[in-house]
């Protein structure tokens, strides 16, 4: 192996890796149970990721750089430390993996790299198991940079949680029951009753509060978006937060209305409590997330809503 650079941009590296799920216990026996299809789609999402790890070890062979490997499953006490204290993260999988690692990374540059595009969105994640080696060659000569991107600064019962990349939704813990809370923008405030509440990046405006009726931003925008699901609307009282943008330097604060809320940063692996009376505050977190992106993809995106 050659000897890495001393002021490589690489190392130390750290590859945080999803575990397929033909590769999760349980799973086997369950897919010899289902139609020919899905597990035909599952095992072969689990080859790609065996396929696209390999190029990547490779690739970063070729340029001497040994990294720490960690499975997403396992983002311990330890490996969490191990991802701060990184220079270069690569997650190896789909955007569900680069948005976990993301809640870890503080100084480091962080490259996505899609290890199934047949069955996985990646949106995030700008490289493929056939691009991997050009991109980080071009990192290496300094071609090719990370962009900043907000990230979402979450203040629980005055604790401060790991930022969100994406967004965050505030909903009861059963889909089918009403959320209730009092969202709070400046001198406005109002009660809500909805299916829940979306507040997200710029990463995230093309996500789940999209499809919600959101509109996407530029990827560089440094302010929230937020937007109430399925609103209900009681008859002669107006509403003017149902949905809304937080400028940089603002914060919406959410108060629960409900026995069983839950705060879901990024998906359901980092889930918090969010009872009756909690109180929540949301705003652009001071430090951004060096991110490779895709501006190409970016730009055909912004401004559609």
Not at 188 to 215: K, N, P, V
Not at 224 to 242: C, D, K, M, N, T
Not at 281 to 301: G, K, Y
Request: net charge positive; with cysteine; proline share 6%.
């Amino acid at each position: 192996m050659p000897k890495p650079p001393t002021d490589s941009p690489l190392s130390p590296c750290v590859l945080v890796v999803k575990t397929p799920v033909a590769s999760r216990k349980d799973v086997a026996d369950r897919l010899a149970g289902t139609g020919r299809r899905l597990a035909a789609e599952v095992e072969d999402a689990a080859r790609e990721q065996e396929l696209t790890l390999a190029a990547v070890r490779e690739a970063l062979d070729r340029l001497g750089v040994a990294p720490v490997m960690v499975p997403v499953d396992a983002l311990d006490a330890r490996a969490r430390r191990t991802i701060a204290g990184a220079r270069f993260v690569i997650t190896v999988g789909g955007d569900g993996t680069l948005l976990a690692a993301s809640h870890w990374v503080t100084r480091a540059a962080l490259l996505g790299v899609n290890s199934a595009p047949r069955s996985s969105v990646g949106y995030l994640s700008v490289a493929r198991r056939t691009s991997v080696a050009r991109i980080l060659a071009r990192i290496t000569r300094g071609t090719l940079l990370p962009q900043a991107v907000a990230r979402l600064e979450i203040e629980l019962a005055g604790q401060l949680l790991p930022p969100a990349l994406n967004d965050v939704l505030i909903a009861h813990a059963q889909p089918a029951a009403t959320s209730r809370y009092r969202l709070r923008l400046g001198r406005r405030a109002e009660e809500h009753r909805s299916s829940g509440l979306w507040i997200a990046t710029a990463a995230g405006s093309t996500a789940g509060i999209r499809s919600a009726g959101g509109q996407a931003m530029p990827l560089v925008s440094r302010r929230l978006q937020f937007r109430a699901r399925e609103p209900y609307r009681v008859r002669g009282r107006s509403a003017v937060l149902e949905s809304g943008f937080v400028e940089d330097g603002e914060e919406v604060v959410v108060e629960s209305e409900m026995e069983a809320g839950w705060l879901f940063p990024d998906g359901a692996r980092m889930a918090a409590s969010f009872p009756f009376g909690a109180r929540a505050i949301f705003r652009v977190a001071e430090r951004p997330l060096l991110l490779f992106a895709d501006s190409a993809r970016w730009a055909q995106t912004e401004g559609r809503g």
